[in-house]
């Protein structure tokens, strides 16, 4: 089973492009990651803000802002 992700991000937000492009350089197509865009529902919106890039597994959040490498390696290393 290839594991999930969801990124909560924003269009034209450089930081979101900027987590995803370094998930798929160390990860390839190994890993699936939702694109959830935080505009398209006032409770995201209000929930994440400012807030985003925000990566979650299975709902549990990793990092935001940056990609915090060792955080998705300890989850991904506890499924």
Same mark, same amino acid.
């Given at each position: ?27 390839? +197509?190994?890993?699936?990651? =939702? &694109?959830?865009?935080?505009?398209? %529902?006032?409770? /995201? ?15 549990? +959040?990793?990092?935001?802002? =940056? &990609?915090?490498?060792?955080?998705? %390696?300890?989850? /991904?290393?506890?499924?």
């Amino acid at each position: 089973m290839m594991p999930s992700l969801t990124l909560y991000y924003r269009r034209d937000c450089h930081l979101c492009e900027q987590m995803l492009a370094e998930i798929h350089a160390l990860y390839d +197509e190994s890993l699936e990651v =939702r &694109l959830v865009d935080v505009d398209s %529902e006032s409770g /995201l919106k209000q929930r994440y803000g400012l807030k985003v890039p925000v990566l979650t597994g299975n709902d549990q +959040e990793l990092c935001h802002g =940056r &990609l915090d490498t060792t955080s998705l %390696e300890e989850y /991904l290393q506890s499924l």
